[in-house]
Structure formats: structure tokens, C-alpha cells
């Protein structure tokens, strides 16, 4: 692993905040959201600011395009010079001046920062309309130019396309046009790749660096994954509640952290090896599927179409208390497997086994009864609880449909809040009055107090920072070392699935590609697809909890760093 | 596109049927008797029931109703029973003024209605914002007919602008068909505009909020762009279904305003025509104004994938 | 219209719906039909039949009636009138007319002789024969051209063609909305002074356009501005406004104006009994009813003779127990004699004609003063004009009482007053069974002369307060208010556009 | 989704936006002031028999149109009727006409509503009786349905019903349509409940908030489409004062007696304009989105 190690201590500073302070708007007195932070970046700097959700990342972002929410935040103290600009007492008109020309900004989710109703050329051009005096034809030529810069195919097409007719990466690209178009001094980048998956997500970062190459622009990489960030920065700045804790060159932080913190950090995020795969508990089988087939829509009145085939010919079988993971990039079909083996959806064909009885075609009636040897554990830890319900009455939901007494349930349900590790009183509360990893623990107790024999959890961590990511997946650890349950695993990050699976399957297009035990699967890909995840997942040479490359002798693939 | 069109305007056969069977019961099931108001104060029992027979009201309900839907599949609307002229003369010569003040009804609306809500979500929470909505809720609390008289006494009696009532078709000449179709506008357009104002408010805070709109702002786009090119084309659909939706509230307006001033329309034929029990006449006329309201709403949906580009039919 | 043309616009009282004069006797169409058609005969102020399309000569005996037309009588399509269309017409309009079919009860024969003259023979003498058609309301036997006038009499006409002084414009008619009329060129006016519906009818505009107003406020704000020229009637409490307009006259057109009556239900209880009905008169007040609706005294007349005031036949004798105001104790009183058990009276109220608004409030609050049970039920008129044709029980769906107005030349004699009929189920509305007074009747249908007939009316008007066939509630009249730009308009019951001019303004 | 865009602007989003008004649950003064004007009124109303100083219905012709004075604090009506106490106790049944329509449509609209989000088979059907009912310009049908029963309070609040309902089904439908989708209710078929124990204990909870704004809308227009009604002639009866007839009664008198529509159509703007005021605060308070963004 090589790390970027460029010195930059003669660059001109581009962008420099001084015991900068945001707080709510009109309550000075209330705690500050960002709390007198420093932070100087300069030309052809790429600088990382990574910490847990809700530290302040994007809040300091947004403050250097001057674009808080007036409504709620206001910047309390300090300043921010851009180039000696001073930009916190800029005025809308200097700010607009500003904006595109020397500071430009990329934000997380490609989906929405696109204004869907335009079209995707005409919103690049917009900026050259705004802030040059092109004439319609040159702005046109030198946006398709840009286009084409940032690796567009077929530039002309994509100039008049709606945003909902790309893909991620594809309107991603739109995105770093629409910013690097008038060659801005700074690039500040929210998150940019956090919705695209692995290969898409490496396309983009290499990109984001040839550009950076090209214009020597500065640029303020805001990210979680501490994977992006060993690939791409010159120096890390890392925050935690709105303070800065920690500023060091990528490689000095990386191998000798200084802040407890900051140790915290690299050691939740799990490596890339594959833990040594477990017993089985006993050789009978939780779960057997058998060529399962679901094929969405088709039919229709009045044409016939064709309908999505999102999963075909998918056979496993899962052992009481492994845990088999389903891989593979957005949109292959992991969720619809877990859907229809929960019965969620009616699967199109094939068998679903699970704990004895053959669950594929049972009526809704029938399955009800079944319902109990099966749960799951949804991505979403604030939508898969009731907002209305209380955390007892959402525990006690599942046992009191079969039949247990209320009474016994709550008592039930208090002993779980000890097993998830939350306070008893936790009982009595809305599920909005906790954190997300607190919630998908409630999520995970309320699965597990119907006992199930297979608990599927579909993406049940990917909403989580790392910190509590780890904390969730060694709770799940837990429960299934304690009950033996089966589980299904569904993730996109070959991280967690290394960490947590015994067996690997992964999916591409609906289809089964590779199938095996864990160390065999991510140790030795046999599938190109296989080998082109592994090979994207940025920093996966790095041993992050060990501060050290990670040993090589586990790395089998012949990538080369 | 068409495909859906079709689709749709095959799916307003059974809403129109079930509106023609529902109308129908209704009003044989309302007590009123047209002959009793063909015949006057004086007549006697006898000579009513021989009017009754003449005009086929003592024929079984079952055979009336097939009378009826027969002639209306040969496109026949019938005859009314009082003046004994053609519905679907009257209706031609009715239909002309409500359409042309509904137009212009919501014409005003809508250029009125739109900046006024943009500009409350705009400054949401502000002064503004309150004042804009504070004038909405009251187009919504006050009486039409209240509002007509209003601006009667202010316009037409006060500053002598207007004439205080009565229609001209626009074939007449703009000036005299404006300024008689002005007051009436602007009646009816006060439940509209709040309407269409607070639903505009409601539909560009939630766009306001959304990541594009930063990114329109992060490239240094002018407010107005970003209010009226990024933001409003955004928050078009659900405006414009309330426009179509609000349709309704419309017509029940027009019935007022046309009585206060004296407008030839459909919505005082029909209140005339059900206070008379003249049945072909009421029959048309809800059949009539159920479908422009079906097709004013089909054409909203239609009109969505011209604002947003990700609705195809 | 043309440069030069005067047009009057005028806003009547309801809008024109019905076109046949004949089926209906609502008031719009028959003065629609003093528009377009001419009558044979006709009364002037003094209630005394006139000559107009034709002059008369009775028989010694009173059986025999000979018509004569006078010239240069035609129709708008330019035919010449004849006997024949007079015949037809005078034919269909006795099927319909109360009047007329007690004509032709006695009627031997009725032709044309020649072109011009028709002879009416009955079997027996009929002494009102020519008041009866010269009536101006409710039906007046207009002459159609024989072709219309062969529909049958349940259905309604389809051509609209007479030889009166205005010609209807078919192509502008709008129903209930618009009807405009023009000049009949060709129309030859009588050389006599016009006076009510007789005399010479000389039309100096070239167009009427009648139209609606929905909105009493807005009819008037539009004459004040001038938008229209004449309102036919003025509600009482917005003559103020109109005093600010000093281009506006505001007057009595007709001075004999209208009545307002309670009819009660004489097939049930309690009103089959005739101390309760008498009970009911007791407690009722002509002054507080008459009062609430016109609000001006100026405005109403109370009065307790059941063929009108001012009327030749009119007298007030007994009438003391409805003029005399409410007396609540006299009528506890008769309750109680009549043993009334407190089953609620069904007063219907109708919600939509503002002249009929008032009365059934008023009513009930001093029914109930005077120890009835009043169950006012809201209903729109229509409503009102089915129900009451109901004979039923009270429970079944009948009514015990309502309220109606009348012209008072419909009620001005015991002929046209359909209100004094006693024949039980074949009575108007309210079915009295009540032979005393069918015979009173048939008395005045013999009486010979103006003397006579009075008497006999006189014995009616005490036969109907004793036995309180209905309450007259007192008479009221309507102003109508025009622009002072039109002048000449004719005193009359009906409004007439003949020998009204106007002025350029 | 983004492909299907509709759902983002389904009935529910209509309705709700339509009721959105400035002041927020935050702002707290005009919910307040909406809230005391309310109760005022209310309380004026309910209690207008002890305090009004006449019989709204006795009539004396001889004081008829009365200008205020101490003897008619408003005035009195072309019945020689005294307008304040015909004011205060026409509230009582202006307000119950709209609490009463609005209770009615709302429980028979959910109802349907929730029938129709749950059983397909049903839904086409409801649905196009719905669009049926919705098509018929409501102020036609209440007139007919009044002349059906005679317009008596009962009638003329069913009147204003039946056309609601169906806006009710449409929003309750949406609500539950999209609820359906979320992963707590496929959690809770995930955990063996009923389907009848998931639409009333997961399903309808959710369909409070925006019913209640609905409620809200509804109440507001039951009081104005009855002055409707009255101004058409299909109200109720004048021995039953209301805010709508008594300005519909008055309305010939506009230019010579202002107060008569005046005076009623001040109260009903002001109540109006509460429960339109407390419609919003109430979705504000209700929806757990806020709640969250609290807490
Ligand atoms: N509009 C706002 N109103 C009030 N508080 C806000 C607002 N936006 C952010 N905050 C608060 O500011 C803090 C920092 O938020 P910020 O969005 O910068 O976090 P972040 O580091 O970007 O987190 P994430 O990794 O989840 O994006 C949080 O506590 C958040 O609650
Ligand atoms: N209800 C549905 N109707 C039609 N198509 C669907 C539906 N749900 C999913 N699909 C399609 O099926 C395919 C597989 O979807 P699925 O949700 O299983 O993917 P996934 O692997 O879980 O992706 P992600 O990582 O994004 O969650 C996709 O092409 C998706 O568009
Ligand atoms: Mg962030
Ligand atoms: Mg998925
Ligand atoms: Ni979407």
C-alpha cells in the first residue's frame, strides 16, 4: 500500500477557516454545532475530513460555500478566507460571484442533487451561463467538452438526457462537470461516493484525482470510510462532535494515530480478510432453497411486458448457527432472495425450505403460522420500527401473535433489552428518542424474541457508521453463538461480509456467480466479478485496526498496489 | 402516451355510467313533480296526471332509464320538459359563459395564485409568508356571494369600472366582455388562488428542501432561477392537481357567482333546472359537468410529463 | 340592433321557461302571451269586457254569442286571422281553464260562420260568459293560428305565432334567461284609448329583451347604473336604495295587487274539522303577516274580502275574525270546543320563492301562541307543489297547511277563484267537499247582472269565513321601479310594453 | 422511486399542503390566539341561550330591520328578529353542521378508505364509485339531496358529506397504500400479525394526522357550503338560525344592513380561520417526522 505523501507546505493555502463556530441560529448560548475548528487546505491538496455521523463534517462544508441553512445554523465566530476572501461576511451577490468560479461542490447522493426535470446538459451549461459571457454555441462546445473530461460516453446523447435516465456513476460525472467546469480554485466533495457501489465508486475516485491532477485544484474530500480515505488523501483531518480531534499526513495517521479517538475509528473498520469459518452446530439444514425464480411485472393489460427477472435459479442451503452473506452490487437482487424466502414476496418459482416445512407456496393463512421460525432485520433502523409504538409494544407484537401472554411478554422483552445491551427503560420510549445503532438493536431484539431458526438481515449495518457498525455486527456475532440461529446475511461491503460470513454467494444480475465458503470466495475469486469487487474495494490492502498493510499472506489475488 | 390516453378515457365509461345511474335515482327518488310547475298553480289532479302521461313520467322507472341512455349512446340529450327546446341547444348556449369565466377564473388564479405561494415558501416563516397565507385562509372562510357583493359595491357601484352585472360573449368585443367578466373572476378566484396559492407554498417548501436546490445554489444560480426554473417546474405536479381537483370547488362557485351577477351560465341553468325537477335538463347538465371535470383532470395528468420529465405514460 | 332603435330592457319577476299560455297559468308565460297574441275580448279598469280582436252581440235570451273580427287582423307568418283559428283556439283553452270548461259544461256549439264572425250557442244562459273571457289572468284564451291551436291540450305548443303586437324572436330566446320580442310592423292597433288589456295596443319601441335576475340586489344595483330600464317588481326593503337613484321612479303599476292565503288540508285531521280550521283564522294576523312581508303599510291592505278590496265583487262582510288581528284566546277557545288533541299541524315552508317565504314563519309562531302543534317543514317549492297534490295522511307523506299568493283578478270572482270550489277530490289543492258553496255558485253562474252576482258573492264571502274554506291573509302590492327615460307605461295588473316610450337617455 | 413520481404527490400531499399555514407548531402564538378565538366562540355558543337577551325566534313585525341600538345590540332582521341573539345561537348549529360533516365524512371515509387500501378486489370498484361521486360538482348534489329529504340540519349535513367522503377514502386509501410499503409493516407481517391487526394497529394510526387536517378542512367548508346551500334557497329552515342562513337572509339587505351578513360572517371568517389555524398545528404536533426533527 502506497500512500500519498506529496508535500504541500509551500502551496499556496487556498482555503483557510480560523477558530471557525456554528450554532443554532438565534441561540448563542446553545451548544455549538462546530465548535472553533481550524483547517487550512492548499492547491492540489486533497484533504480528508472523516468522524462518526453528525460531527460536522458537512456542516463545515456548507459554511465554506456559505450555504448553511440561515433558517437554523449561523456561523458564531471565526472566519473563513478563500484566497483572503472573507466569505462569512460575503454578501448573496459575492457569494453567488464565488460559487462555481472558485469554489465548487459535489454532494453524496448523485439521485437527487440533479434537478430531474432538466436536462443534465443544460444544468452544466447553466453554470457557464451564470458566470461567463460564452456565446450559447461555445458554452454548448465546452460543456460537451467537459462531458467528455469526465469520461462521459456518448456526450451528445447524455446532453440532452433527463437525470433519471443515468446511472449513478454516470450522474456523478454530471455532477464533478457541473463542478469543475469553470476550474475552481477549491473542490469541496460531500460524501461523493458513498450511494455508487464499489466499481463505480473506484471510477470516481480516480477521476475526482485525474481531475485534481489536471487543474491542481484543492479539494476538501468529505467521507466516512476510512478505505476512500487511505486511497486518496494527502493529509486527514478527523472530527468528532464538532471539534477537531486529530490533523495528520495520511500515512502518519494512518500507522501511528495519536488520538484515542482516532484509534477508535480505524479499529471498527473491518479488514478485508475473512474470519476463519465456524463449526456448524449441526449438519441438519436450516434453509434450503432450491431455484428460486422471481420475476417482477410482466404481464399487463394492454401490452405484455416483459417484467424484471431480479432473481433466477438461486440454490443455498444454511446450517444452524452460520451465517451465509449475499454479495454483490446494487440492483442484483439481494433483497428480492431475502423477500421471498421471508415470504414478503411470492417468489415465481422454486423451493423454499425452512426448518422442515416447505414455505414457497403456503397461503397466507398457513404461512402465518411459520412466520415465527423466520425474521428479519431491515437496513433502514428508522423506518423498520413503528414511529407510534413504544419499543415494549414493538417487542411484544411477535410473541403475543403466537400465543404468549402479555405478561410474559414484557418480561420477555425486558430480558432482550439486556441482551442488546439497552437500558430497561428503553422499553418505554418512541423509537425516535434513540440513535440509529440503537434502534437496529431494538430492530435485532425484536427479531430474535421470536426465536427464530433463520434470521435474514438485509443490509442491517449499512446505514451504520463504523463505530456502531461494529458494535451491531458483534451483537449479531453474539446472538447466533447464543441461539444458533442461521443467518442470511445480505451486504455490499465485502468488509463486513469478511467479517461476518462463513459462506459467500454472490449475485450479479439476479444470477449466482460464486458460491462458497467465505475465506475460499474473498481469499481466491474464481468469477471476474468476484475479482473486480475485491480489486475495487478502495484501501483493501490496509490493515486499518492494526495500523499496518495488511499481511500479504492472506492477499492471494494478485492485485498489485 | 396514447396507449394511456386511451386507457384512460376507457376508464371514464364506468365513472360517467355510474354518474348517469347515480343522477338519475337521485333525482327520480327527489320529490318535485315538472308537470306540477309546467301546468301552474291552478291546475287540477286530473290534468296533471295527463301531463305526467304525456311527458312519460308514469312509465316505469327501469323503461325511463333505458329511454334516456338510449337517446344519449345516439348522442340525443332530450328535450326539456318545461321549455320543450333542445338540452343540447341550451347547453350551447350556456356552456359558452361559464367556460370563458372559468378560463379567466383561473387565469387569474393561477398568475396570481403561483408567485404569491412561491414567494411565501420563499420567505417561509417570515412576515410575508404569513400575510400571503393569512390572505389565503380568508378567500377560503368568506362566502362567495359575500365577496361578489363586495366587490360589486366597491367596483361597479363606487368607481363605476364595471358594469355591476351581465355577460358578453368575447365575440361582442373584448372590452365590454372583459370588463363584465372581470368582477366574476375575481369572485370566483378567491377560493382558487388560496387554493392554489397554499398548495404551491406547500409543494415548493418541500422542493426548497431538496438536494438539487442546494446544488443550484452551490453553483451560484440567482434566486429567482432557482426559485422559478429549478424549484417551481419541481413543485408543478402537485399544483396542477390541484387545479385540476379544485375544478370542483369551481363549479360550486360558479352556481353562486352567476346568480349574483346575472351570468347566462350552466351552473344556474342546472340550479334552476333541479329547483324545477326539469329531469333531461339536470341530467345533461351533471353528465356534462362530471365530464369536463373527468377531462379537466385527465388533462392535468397528461400535462405532468410536460413538467416533469420522468412521468411517461 | 340598429342605430336608431330603441330597445327596452326589461327585468321580470321569474324567467320565461314555458312558452304555451295555455297549459300553464304561470304569470311570466301569460304575460309572454299578452305579448305576442291579441284576445277577442277584454277588460279595462273598470272590469268591464271590452272589444279587441272582435266586438260581440248576445242573443234575447242569452244563448246565442256572435263574434265579429275586425280587420286587418294577422298573424306574424302573415296569414290573415279567421274564425276558424278562434274557434280552435277558444276550444283548446276550454280543456284547460276552470272558467272556460264551465262554458263548455253548457255549451251546444261553437263555429266559425265565415272568415270573420264565430257563434257561440249554449244550451243554457251563462251570465258571466264575457267577463270569463275576457279575464286577464289566469288563462286568457289567446288566439293562435288553428294549426297550434289543434295541439292536444296536455303538451305543449311548438310554434309560437300569434297576431298580437309583438313578435317573439325565437332565435334569441334562451329559457329562463332571455326573450326578446320586436315590433310587429304590421299589427293594427284598436283606435280607443288603451286601458288594462283593452283598447288600442300602440307599441312605440322596436324591441323588448325580458331577462332574469337571479339576485334582487343586483337587479336593482343594475337599473340605478342603467344597465336595464325597468324592474318589474321591487322588494319593499330595497326601495332605500333606490331612493339614492334619482333617475329612477319607483311606482304602482298595479294597483290592485295581490293576496297571500293559508289553505288548510280539509280531507284530514284537524283541519276536516271546521272548528279547528276557524281556530286556525282566529289565530292568525293579517296586520303582523302583511307587515313582516312588505315591511312599508304602504305596501299592503289588510283585508278580509275573499274576491278582493277593490274588486267589483268584493266584500269584507264576517271577515272581522281575520282583520280584526290575532286573537289567541278565541281560538284556544275553539280548540278546546273541538276537542284538539295536539297532533302537530304539517305547515309546509318553502325556501326558495322570496314571496312565499315569510308567511309560513309567521304562521307557525302564532299557530303555536294559539295552543297548536306546528311542524314546519323547509322545503324548496317544487317540493311544496308535489306534496300538496298528495291526498294522503299526514304520516303517509300529506300536508296539513301551506301558503300562496294570488293576483287578485284570479280571485275576483267565484269562477276564476279556484280556492271556492267544494268539489272534494276534483277542489284545488286542500280538497274541501264542501256542496253549500258549489251551490252558491252555480247561483252565481245564474244570476243575471252585476246586482245579483255581488249578492250571491257576498253570500260566498260568508259561507267562506264561517266555513274557512281558506284564510285570506290580506292584500299587498308590488312597486316596480323603471328608468325615468321610459314613460306611458299602462296601469295594469299585467305588464304591458304597449304604449310605453323611451326616451334617449 | 424515482421513476414513479405520483406517489410523492398523492391526495395526501394535496390535502395536507392545501392546509399548511405559516405558523408553525414552533411560532406558538397564532396556534394560541386561533385556540382562544376558537373556544370564545364555541363557548359563546353552546352557552348563547343563558345570555341572549331575546328568543332568536320570536318575531315582532313591528321592529322590523332595526338598526343596533340598546334595545337590539345589532339590530334586528327583516323578521323584527334580534340579530345578536340570532348570531349567537346560529353558531350552535353552524358548528355543529361542520363538526358534524366532518366527523361523519371522516368516519365513513376512513372506513371505505381503509377498505379499499386493503382489499385489492374492492379497491377498483370503491374507487370508481368514488371518482363518480367526486366528479358530480358537490354543490348540485347537496341541492338534490337536500330537495330528497327536505332540508332539515340532518339532511343538510348529509348533504355536505357525501361529496367529503370521497376525499377522505382517497387520502385514508393513499395513506395506507403507501404505509403498506414501509419495512415496519412488512416487519410486522414478518412477525405473524393479522392483516385486519396490521391495518388498525400499524395502518390506521397513520391516517390520524392528515384525517384530522382533513377533519379540519372539512368542518371549515360544511359551515361555508351551508351558507351556500341557504344562499340557493336548499338551507335549513329559518327557525333554525345558522350562520349560513342568516347571511343568506341577509343578503338582500347588504347595502342597507351591512351587520346582517356582517356580523355572522365575521364569526364564521374567525372560525374558519381557527380551525384552519389549528388543522395545521395539529398535523405539526401529530406527525412523528416533527417529533423526530426534535428529537
Ligand atoms: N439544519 C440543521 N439544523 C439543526 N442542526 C443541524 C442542521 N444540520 C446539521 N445539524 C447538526 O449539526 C451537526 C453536524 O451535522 P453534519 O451534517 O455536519 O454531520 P456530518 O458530520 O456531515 O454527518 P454525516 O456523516 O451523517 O453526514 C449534527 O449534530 C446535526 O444535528
Ligand atoms: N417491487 C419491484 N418491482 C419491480 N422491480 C423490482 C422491485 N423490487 C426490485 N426490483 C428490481 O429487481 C432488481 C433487484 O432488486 P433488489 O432490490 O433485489 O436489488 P439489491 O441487490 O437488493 O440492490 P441494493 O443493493 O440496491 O439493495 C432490480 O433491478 C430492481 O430494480
Ligand atoms: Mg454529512
Ligand atoms: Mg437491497
Ligand atoms: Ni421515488
Sequence with gaps: MQFKNKDFSDAREVLNVRNLRIGLTGRPNAKPVIDGIDLTIRAGETHCLVGESGSGKSVTSLAAMGLLPKSALEVQGGSITLDDFEITSASHSQMRQLRARRIAMIFQEPMTALNPVLRVGEQIMEVLNMHSDLSPSEAKKRTLDMMDQVHLPDVNRIFSAFPHQLSGGQRQRIMIAMALILDPDLLIADEPTTALDVTTQLQILKLIAEMQERHGTAVLFITHDMGVVAEIADTVTVMQQGQIVERAPIAELLTNPQKEYTRTLLTAVPNLTPRPARAAASQSEVVRVAGLDMTYGGGGFFRRSEGVRAAQDVSFTIQPGRTLGIVGESGSGKSTVARAIMRLIDPTAGSVNVAGTEIAQLSRRQLRDHRKHLQIVFQDPYRSLNPRWTVARSLCEGPINFGVPRAEAMRHAAELMELVDLPRDALDRYPHQFSGGQRQRIAIARAVAMKPDLLVADEAVSALDVSVQAQVLDLLDDIQERFGVAMLFITHDLRVAAQICDEVLVMQRGEVVEYGPAGEVLANPRHDYTRNLIEAAPGRHWDFANYRVLDSATMTTGATA | ?313 | AQDGETTITAVMHSGLRVLDPVITTAHITRNHGYMIYDVLTAVDENFEPQPQMASWEVSEDGLTYTFTLRDGLVFHDGAPVTGEDVVASLKRWGKRDGGGQLIFDVTESLEASDEKTVVWTLTEPFGPLLSVISKQSAVPPFIMPKRVAETSADETITEYIGSGPFVFNQDEYEPGVNVTYEKFDDYVPRDEEASWMAGGKVVNVDRVVWTTMPDALTAINALSAGEIDYLEQVQIDLLPILDASPEVTVETRDDLGYVTIGRPNHLHPPFDNKLVRQAAMAALDQESMLQTMQGDPAYYNVCGAIFGCSTPLGDEADAEIVTGGADPEKAKALLEEAGYDGTPIVLMAPTDVISLINQPVVAAQALREAGFEVDMQSMDWQSVVQRRAQQSPVSEGGWNMFFTNWMVPEISDPLTNVMVSGRGDEAWFGWPDDPEVEELRAKFMKAEGPEAQKEVAVEIQKHVMDNVNYIMMGEYLIPQARRNTIQNMLPSPVPVFWNMTKEAE | MIEQPQSRHSAFQVLTGLLSLPAGARVGIGPMLAALTLVTIVLASILAPLYVPYDPLAMNSAARLKPPSDEFLLGTDPYGRDTFSRVMVGGRVSLLIGVGAALVSVAVGLAIGLVAGFFRMADSIIMRIMDSLMAIPAILLAIALVALNGPSLGSVIIAITVPEVPRVVRLVRSVVLSAREEPYVEAAIALGSSMPKILIQHLMPNTMAPLIVQGTYICASAILIEAILSFLGAGVSTEIPTWGNIMAEGRTYFQIKPGLIFWPGLLLSLCILSINLLGDTARDLLDPRMKKREG
Design chain 2, 1 to 313: 402516451m396514447l396507449v394511456y390516453i386511451l386507457k384512460r378515457v376507457l376508464a371514464t365509461i364506468p365513472v360517467m355510467l355510474i354518474v348517469a345511474i347515480f343522477v338519475f335515482l337521485l333525482l327520480r327518488l327527489t320529490p318535485g313533480d315538472p308537470a306540477a310547475i309546467l301546468a301552474g298553480d291552478a291546475a287540477t289532479p286530473a290534468q296533471l296526471e295527463r301531463i305526467r302521461d304525456r311527458l312519460g313520467l308514469n312509465d316505469p322507472l327501469l323503461t325511463q332509464f333505458f329511454t334516456w341512455i338510449g337517446q344519449l349512446v345516439r348522442g340525443d340529450l332530450g328535450v326539456s320538459l318545461l321549455s320543450n327546446t333542445s338540452v343540447a341547444g341550451m347547453l350551447g348556449d350556456r356552456l359558452g359563459p361559464t367556460i370563458n369565466i372559468a378560463l379567466m377564473t383561473i387565469t387569474i388564479s393561477v398568475l396570481l395564485a403561483v408567485p404569491m405561494g412561491v414567494i411565501a415558501a420563499w420567505r417561509h416563516r417570515t412576515w410575508v409568508d404569513f400575510l400571503v397565507m393569512s390572505f389565503s385562509v380568508l378567500g377560503f372562510s368568506v362566502p362567495v356571494f359575500v365577496i361578489g357583493y363586495i366587490l360589486i359595491q366597491i367596483f361597479a357601484i363606487e368607481l363605476r369600472w364595471v358594469p355591476v352585472q351581465g355577460y358578453k360573449a368575447p365575440s361582442e368585443g373584448i372590452g365590454p366582455f372583459f370588463s363584465r367578466a372581470i368582477l366574476p373572476s375575481l369572485t370566483l378566484a378567491t377560493i382558487y388562488v388560496a387554493l392554489i396559492a397554499r398548495m404551491t407554498r406547500a409543494s415548493m417548501l418541500e422542493v426548497l428542501g431538496e438536494d438539487y436546490i442546494r446544488t443550484a445554489r452551490a453553483k451560484g444560480v440567482r434566486e429567482n432561477v432557482v426559485l422559478f426554473r429549478h424549484a417551481l417546474r419541481n413543485a408543478a405536479v402537485p399544483i396542477l392537481t390541484i387545479i385540476g381537483t379544485g375544478f370542483a370547488l369551481l363549479i360550486s362557485g360558479v352556481v353562486v357567482t352567476e346568480s349574483v351577477f346575472n351570468i347566462p351560465g350552466i351552473g344556474r341553468l342546472t340550479v334552476d333546472a333541479i329547483l324545477a325537477r326539469d329531469y333531461p335538463v339536470i341530467q345533461a347538465m351533471i353528465l356534462l359537468t362530471a365530464g369536463i371535470y373527468v377531462f379537466v383532470n385527465l388533462l392535468v395528468d397528461v400535462s405532468y410529463s410536460f413538467f416533469d420529465p420522468r412521468i411517461r405514460y
